[in-house]
Protein backbone atom coordinates (compact mmCIF):
# COMPACT_ATOMS: atom_id res chain seq x y z
CA UNK A 1 0.00 0.00 0.00
CA UNK A 2 1.77 2.84 -1.08
CA UNK A 3 -0.61 5.70 0.26
CA UNK A 4 -1.58 5.83 3.65
CA UNK A 5 -5.26 7.42 4.24
CA UNK A 6 -4.81 8.61 7.81
CA UNK A 7 -4.87 12.28 7.24
CA UNK A 8 -7.50 12.08 4.86
CA UNK A 9 -9.46 10.08 7.41
CA UNK A 10 -8.60 13.31 10.27
CA UNK A 11 -9.91 15.25 7.49
CA UNK A 12 -13.38 13.60 6.72
CA UNK A 13 -14.11 13.13 10.76
CA UNK A 14 -13.44 16.62 11.38
CA UNK A 15 -15.68 17.92 8.80
CA UNK A 16 -18.57 16.11 9.24
CA UNK A 17 -18.06 16.69 13.21
CA UNK A 18 -18.27 20.18 12.01
CA UNK A 19 -21.07 19.66 9.63
CA UNK A 20 -23.31 18.03 12.35
CA UNK A 21 -23.02 21.19 15.03
CA UNK A 22 -23.17 23.20 11.95
CA UNK A 23 -25.69 26.15 12.81
CA UNK A 24 -26.82 24.06 15.68
CA UNK A 25 -28.52 21.26 13.67
CA UNK A 26 -28.76 17.81 14.55
CA UNK A 27 -27.82 14.75 12.93
CA UNK A 28 -28.94 11.32 12.86
CA UNK A 29 -26.15 9.40 11.54
CA UNK A 30 -26.35 5.38 10.44
CA UNK A 31 -23.61 3.52 9.17
CA UNK A 32 -24.29 0.80 6.84
CA UNK A 33 -20.96 -1.36 5.61
CA UNK A 34 -20.16 -4.42 3.83
CA UNK A 35 -17.27 -6.98 5.37
CA UNK A 36 -15.61 -10.06 3.21
CA UNK A 37 -15.28 -12.40 6.49
CA UNK A 38 -12.44 -14.26 4.62
CA UNK A 39 -13.52 -17.69 4.83
CA UNK A 40 -15.55 -18.03 7.96
CA UNK A 41 -16.45 -21.50 8.25
CA UNK A 42 -17.23 -24.17 10.88
CA UNK A 43 -15.15 -27.30 11.96
CA UNK A 44 -17.98 -29.75 10.98
CA UNK A 45 -17.53 -31.31 8.06
CA UNK A 46 -21.00 -31.04 5.41
CA UNK A 47 -21.03 -34.13 3.25
CA UNK A 48 -23.24 -31.96 0.61
CA UNK A 49 -20.94 -28.98 0.16
CA UNK A 50 -16.80 -28.64 -0.72
CA UNK A 51 -16.27 -27.34 2.48
CA UNK A 52 -13.54 -29.69 3.30
CA UNK A 53 -11.34 -26.97 0.41
CA UNK A 54 -11.81 -24.25 3.08
CA UNK A 55 -8.58 -23.08 5.10
CA UNK A 56 -10.51 -24.58 8.28
CA UNK A 57 -10.75 -27.56 7.38
CA UNK A 58 -7.69 -27.82 6.09
CA UNK A 59 -5.71 -27.32 9.38
CA UNK A 60 -4.48 -30.40 11.01
CA UNK A 61 -5.39 -29.18 14.49
CA UNK A 62 -6.63 -26.58 16.93
CA UNK A 63 -9.47 -26.19 14.41
CA UNK A 64 -11.85 -25.14 17.71
CA UNK A 65 -9.46 -22.72 18.80
CA UNK A 66 -9.04 -20.71 15.52
CA UNK A 67 -12.66 -21.12 14.51
CA UNK A 68 -13.67 -18.79 17.93
CA UNK A 69 -10.43 -16.84 17.78
CA UNK A 70 -11.51 -15.78 14.54
CA UNK A 71 -14.95 -15.35 15.25
CA UNK A 72 -14.01 -12.85 18.41
CA UNK A 73 -11.29 -10.95 16.04
CA UNK A 74 -14.21 -10.24 13.47
CA UNK A 75 -17.09 -9.21 15.98
CA UNK A 76 -13.82 -6.90 17.11
CA UNK A 77 -13.45 -5.27 14.00
CA UNK A 78 -17.72 -5.27 13.28
CA UNK A 79 -17.93 -3.55 16.31
CA UNK A 80 -15.80 -0.18 15.84
CA UNK A 81 -16.95 0.70 11.86
CA UNK A 82 -18.55 3.95 12.20
CA UNK A 83 -18.25 3.76 16.14
CA UNK A 84 -16.50 7.14 16.11
CA UNK A 85 -19.42 8.90 14.53
CA UNK A 86 -22.84 7.06 14.47
CA UNK A 87 -21.51 6.25 18.56
CA UNK A 88 -22.57 2.64 17.37
CA UNK A 89 -21.65 -0.49 15.20
CA UNK A 90 -23.39 -0.36 11.79
CA UNK A 91 -27.35 -0.10 11.56
CA UNK A 92 -27.38 -2.44 8.34
CA UNK A 93 -23.98 -4.49 7.28
CA UNK A 94 -23.34 -6.93 4.22
CA UNK A 95 -21.18 -9.98 4.86
CA UNK A 96 -19.60 -12.26 2.42
CA UNK A 97 -17.69 -15.66 3.08
CA UNK A 98 -19.21 -16.95 5.40
CA UNK A 99 -20.37 -20.98 5.19
CA UNK A 100 -23.82 -21.31 6.74
CA UNK A 101 -26.27 -19.24 9.85
CA UNK A 102 -24.79 -21.10 12.31
CA UNK A 103 -21.49 -19.25 11.81
CA UNK A 104 -23.37 -15.91 11.88
CA UNK A 105 -25.19 -16.70 15.27
CA UNK A 106 -21.85 -17.33 16.65
CA UNK A 107 -20.44 -14.12 15.40
CA UNK A 108 -23.50 -12.21 16.43
CA UNK A 109 -23.46 -13.69 20.11
CA UNK A 110 -20.01 -12.59 20.55
CA UNK A 111 -19.66 -10.12 23.51
CA UNK A 112 -18.51 -7.58 21.09
CA UNK A 113 -21.33 -7.44 19.46
CA UNK A 114 -24.52 -9.57 21.45
CA UNK A 115 -25.83 -6.48 22.50
CA UNK A 116 -26.23 -4.52 19.97
CA UNK A 117 -29.40 -7.86 19.04
CA UNK A 118 -28.62 -7.92 15.18
CA UNK A 119 -30.80 -9.74 12.90
CA UNK A 120 -29.50 -12.60 10.20
CA UNK A 121 -30.85 -12.62 6.77
CA UNK A 122 -29.35 -15.51 4.92
CA UNK A 123 -29.71 -17.97 2.24
CA UNK A 124 -27.55 -21.13 1.49
CA UNK A 125 -26.58 -20.17 -2.04
CA UNK A 126 -25.55 -22.96 -4.46
CA UNK A 127 -22.00 -21.97 -4.87
CA UNK A 128 -19.63 -25.40 -4.70
CA UNK A 129 -17.73 -24.42 -1.51
CA UNK A 130 -20.63 -23.32 0.49
CA UNK A 131 -19.83 -19.59 0.37
CA UNK A 132 -22.57 -17.47 1.02
CA UNK A 133 -23.69 -13.59 1.37
CA UNK A 134 -25.95 -12.11 4.25
CA UNK A 135 -26.87 -9.24 6.24
CA UNK A 136 -27.03 -8.58 9.65
CA UNK A 137 -29.12 -5.69 10.80
CA UNK A 138 -29.34 -3.65 14.34
CA UNK A 139 -32.76 -4.71 15.11
CA UNK A 140 -33.86 -1.20 16.48
CA UNK A 141 -33.00 0.74 13.48
CA UNK A 142 -33.85 -1.65 10.52
CA UNK A 143 -37.04 -3.38 9.98
CA UNK A 144 -36.85 -5.85 7.01
CA UNK A 145 -39.98 -6.30 5.15
CA UNK A 146 -38.62 -8.17 2.26
CA UNK A 147 -36.00 -10.40 0.91
CA UNK A 148 -34.88 -13.32 -1.40
CA UNK A 149 -31.94 -14.49 -2.66
CA UNK A 150 -31.51 -14.25 -6.59
CA UNK A 151 -29.42 -16.28 -8.68
CA UNK A 152 -27.86 -14.33 -11.12
CA UNK A 153 -27.76 -17.68 -13.82
CA UNK A 154 -23.98 -17.26 -15.10
CA UNK A 155 -23.25 -19.42 -17.54
CA UNK A 156 -19.68 -20.22 -18.93
CA UNK A 157 -18.99 -22.51 -22.42
CA UNK A 158 -22.54 -23.75 -21.81
CA UNK A 159 -22.16 -24.69 -18.20
CA UNK A 160 -24.02 -23.56 -15.51
CA UNK A 161 -21.45 -21.81 -12.93
CA UNK A 162 -22.38 -21.97 -9.40
CA UNK A 163 -21.85 -18.80 -7.94
CA UNK A 164 -23.21 -16.73 -5.14
CA UNK A 165 -26.84 -15.60 -5.15
CA UNK A 166 -27.41 -12.09 -4.61
CA UNK A 167 -29.42 -11.33 -1.85
CA UNK A 168 -32.00 -8.30 -1.88
CA UNK A 169 -33.26 -7.14 1.14
CA UNK A 170 -35.89 -4.00 1.69
CA UNK A 171 -36.82 -2.65 5.12
CA UNK A 172 -37.45 0.69 6.39
CA UNK A 173 -34.28 2.18 8.26
CA UNK A 174 -35.73 4.29 10.97
CA UNK A 175 -39.05 5.39 8.59
CA UNK A 176 -37.47 4.85 5.49
CA UNK A 177 -37.52 2.65 3.18
CA UNK A 178 -34.47 1.16 1.17
CA UNK A 179 -33.37 -1.53 -0.59
CA UNK A 180 -29.95 -3.63 -0.21
CA UNK A 181 -28.38 -5.85 -2.64
CA UNK A 182 -25.10 -7.65 -1.31
CA UNK A 183 -22.93 -9.46 -3.51
CA UNK A 184 -20.23 -11.81 -4.08
CA UNK A 185 -19.87 -11.87 -7.91
CA UNK A 186 -17.31 -14.50 -9.66
CA UNK A 187 -13.87 -14.27 -9.03
CA UNK A 188 -10.95 -13.27 -11.34
CA UNK A 189 -9.87 -17.15 -11.50
CA UNK A 190 -9.49 -17.59 -15.45
CA UNK A 191 -8.29 -13.91 -15.98
CA UNK A 192 -9.69 -12.32 -19.32
CA UNK A 193 -11.88 -15.20 -19.53
CA UNK A 194 -13.90 -14.04 -16.59
CA UNK A 195 -14.78 -10.87 -17.13
CA UNK A 196 -18.35 -12.20 -18.78
CA UNK A 197 -19.11 -13.88 -15.34
CA UNK A 198 -19.17 -10.37 -13.38
CA UNK A 199 -20.46 -8.55 -16.37
CA UNK A 200 -23.89 -11.10 -16.56
CA UNK A 201 -23.33 -10.75 -12.76
CA UNK A 202 -23.83 -6.98 -12.93
CA UNK A 203 -26.85 -7.32 -15.54
CA UNK A 204 -28.72 -8.80 -13.01
CA UNK A 205 -28.05 -6.05 -10.58
CA UNK A 206 -29.42 -3.92 -13.26
CA UNK A 207 -32.64 -5.85 -13.91
CA UNK A 208 -33.43 -6.08 -9.73
CA UNK A 209 -33.23 -2.10 -9.32
CA UNK A 210 -34.98 -1.73 -12.19
CA UNK A 211 -37.67 -4.28 -10.16
CA UNK A 212 -38.18 -2.11 -7.47
CA UNK A 213 -38.07 1.28 -9.70
CA UNK A 214 -41.28 -0.10 -10.93
CA UNK A 215 -42.59 0.56 -7.84
CA UNK A 216 -40.55 3.15 -7.08
CA UNK A 217 -39.34 5.39 -9.15
CA UNK A 218 -36.96 7.24 -6.67
CA UNK A 219 -36.49 4.16 -5.13
CA UNK A 220 -33.20 4.45 -2.30
CA UNK A 221 -30.97 1.63 -3.41
CA UNK A 222 -27.51 0.25 -2.26
CA UNK A 223 -25.87 -2.45 -4.25
CA UNK A 224 -22.69 -3.56 -2.37
CA UNK A 225 -20.08 -6.30 -2.44
CA UNK A 226 -17.44 -8.20 -2.65
CA UNK A 227 -17.82 -7.59 -6.84
CA UNK A 228 -14.40 -8.99 -7.62
CA UNK A 229 -13.71 -6.20 -9.76
CA UNK A 230 -12.01 -2.92 -9.62
CA UNK A 231 -14.30 0.57 -9.54
CA UNK A 232 -12.99 1.26 -13.24
CA UNK A 233 -14.05 -2.25 -15.34
CA UNK A 234 -16.36 -3.14 -17.46
CA UNK A 235 -19.16 -3.99 -15.19
CA UNK A 236 -19.52 -1.29 -13.50
CA UNK A 237 -18.42 0.79 -16.68
CA UNK A 238 -19.84 -0.61 -18.94
CA UNK A 239 -23.14 -2.45 -17.68
CA UNK A 240 -24.12 -0.50 -14.17
CA UNK A 241 -23.14 2.71 -15.94
CA UNK A 242 -21.97 3.99 -12.25
CA UNK A 243 -21.08 7.81 -12.01
CA UNK A 244 -17.19 8.69 -10.19
CA UNK A 245 -18.45 12.55 -9.93
CA UNK A 246 -21.70 13.35 -7.77
CA UNK A 247 -22.00 16.29 -10.32
CA UNK A 248 -22.24 14.41 -13.01
CA UNK A 249 -25.59 12.31 -11.76
CA UNK A 250 -28.30 11.91 -12.83
CA UNK A 251 -31.82 10.48 -11.39
CA UNK A 252 -31.77 6.72 -11.52
CA UNK A 253 -27.87 6.80 -11.65
CA UNK A 254 -25.71 4.59 -9.78
CA UNK A 255 -22.52 7.04 -7.82
CA UNK A 256 -19.56 5.29 -7.19
CA UNK A 257 -17.45 6.67 -4.23
CA UNK A 258 -14.63 4.04 -4.33
CA UNK A 259 -13.76 5.12 -8.29
CA UNK A 260 -12.07 7.50 -7.00
CA UNK A 261 -10.67 6.37 -4.16
CA UNK A 262 -8.91 3.54 -6.43
CA UNK A 263 -7.93 6.49 -8.67
CA UNK A 264 -5.73 7.53 -5.56
CA UNK A 265 -3.95 4.21 -4.81
CA UNK A 266 -6.83 3.33 -2.13
CA UNK A 267 -7.56 -0.57 -1.79
CA UNK A 268 -9.49 -2.92 0.41
CA UNK A 269 -7.26 -6.23 -0.74
CA UNK A 270 -3.76 -7.39 -2.22
CA UNK A 271 -3.13 -10.31 -4.19
CA UNK A 272 1.20 -10.87 -4.28
CA UNK A 273 2.12 -6.92 -5.61
CA UNK A 274 -1.33 -6.03 -6.88
CA UNK A 275 -3.24 -4.23 -4.65
CA UNK A 276 -7.47 -4.36 -5.42
CA UNK A 277 -10.25 -2.55 -4.30
CA UNK A 278 -13.05 -4.72 -4.87
CA UNK A 279 -15.31 -4.07 -2.23
CA UNK A 280 -17.66 -1.04 -3.13
CA UNK A 281 -20.74 0.26 -2.12
CA UNK A 282 -22.84 1.93 -4.87
CA UNK A 283 -25.70 4.19 -4.06
CA UNK A 284 -28.31 5.69 -5.98
CA UNK A 285 -29.27 9.05 -6.84
CA UNK A 286 -31.97 9.05 -4.98
CA UNK A 287 -29.60 8.34 -1.86
CA UNK A 288 -27.02 11.63 -2.70
CA UNK A 289 -27.30 14.85 -2.13
CA UNK A 290 -25.90 16.77 -5.26
CA UNK A 291 -25.32 20.13 -3.72
CA UNK A 292 -28.96 21.13 -2.09
CA UNK A 293 -27.85 20.39 1.28
CA UNK A 294 -31.12 18.74 1.82
CA UNK A 295 -30.76 16.41 4.59
CA UNK A 296 -34.21 16.33 5.54
CA UNK A 297 -34.13 12.14 4.44
CA UNK A 298 -31.08 10.17 5.12
CA UNK A 299 -28.48 11.08 2.56
CA UNK A 300 -24.87 9.71 2.20
CA UNK A 301 -22.44 11.88 3.97
CA UNK A 302 -19.18 10.17 3.56
CA UNK A 303 -17.88 7.21 2.05
CA UNK A 304 -15.06 5.23 3.77
CA UNK A 305 -12.37 2.11 3.94
CA UNK A 306 -12.07 0.64 7.59
CA UNK A 307 -8.45 -0.25 7.26
CA UNK A 308 -6.86 0.53 10.94
CA UNK A 309 -3.53 -0.45 11.60
CA UNK A 310 -4.03 -3.42 13.78
CA UNK A 311 -6.05 -4.84 10.90
CA UNK A 312 -2.71 -4.51 8.63
CA UNK A 313 0.54 -6.30 7.99
CA UNK A 314 2.92 -4.85 10.14
CA UNK A 315 5.75 -5.21 8.67
CA UNK A 316 8.07 -7.31 5.40
CA UNK A 317 6.95 -7.21 1.88
CA UNK A 318 3.07 -6.70 2.27
CA UNK A 319 3.30 -4.34 4.78
CA UNK A 320 0.00 -2.23 5.09
CA UNK A 321 -2.00 -5.06 3.22
CA UNK A 322 -4.74 -6.85 5.20
CA UNK A 323 -4.05 -9.00 7.98
CA UNK A 324 -5.52 -12.28 6.52
CA UNK A 325 -6.70 -14.98 9.07
CA UNK A 326 -5.06 -18.09 6.44
CA UNK A 327 -1.70 -18.16 4.51
CA UNK A 328 0.54 -21.15 3.20
CA UNK A 329 -2.66 -23.80 4.91
CA UNK A 330 -2.23 -22.51 8.43
CA UNK A 331 -3.69 -19.75 10.43
CA UNK A 332 -1.66 -16.14 10.87
CA UNK A 333 -4.00 -14.71 13.41
CA UNK A 334 -5.13 -12.27 11.40
CA UNK A 335 -8.38 -10.63 10.52
CA UNK A 336 -9.59 -10.51 6.80
CA UNK A 337 -8.12 -10.38 3.54
CA UNK A 338 -10.44 -7.78 2.64
CA UNK A 339 -10.75 -4.23 4.48
CA UNK A 340 -14.76 -3.17 5.38
CA UNK A 341 -15.76 -0.67 3.51
CA UNK A 342 -18.52 1.64 5.09
CA UNK A 343 -21.05 5.09 4.44
CA UNK A 344 -22.59 7.13 6.75
CA UNK A 345 -26.13 8.17 6.04
CA UNK A 346 -26.83 11.23 7.75
CA UNK A 347 -30.36 13.08 8.56
CA UNK A 348 -31.61 16.31 9.88
CA UNK A 349 -33.24 15.49 13.06
CA UNK A 350 -36.48 17.15 13.66
Not at 34 to 47: G, K, P, S
Not at 117 to 129: A, E, L, Q, V, W
Not at 168 to 184: A, F, R
Amino acid sequence: MKKNPTLLFVFLMASLCSFSQKKGKQYNIRTVAFYNLENLFDTINDVTKNDEASPIMELKSNRSKVYWDKIDKLASVISKIGLDKAKTSPAIIGVAEVENLSVLEDLIASKHLVQKRYGIIHYDSPDKRGIDVALLYQERYFKPIHHEAINPNVYRNNRKVYTRDQLLVSGYLDNELIHIIVNHWPSKRGGTSSIPLREKAAYENTKIIAQIREKDADAKILTMGDFNDDPIESSFKKVLKTKEKKKNLKEGDLYNPYEEMFKRGLNTGAYRDHISLFDQILISSSLVDTGKKDYSTYKMFRAMIFNKRFMMQANGQYKGYPLRSFSNGGYTGGYSDHFPVYIYLIKEKI
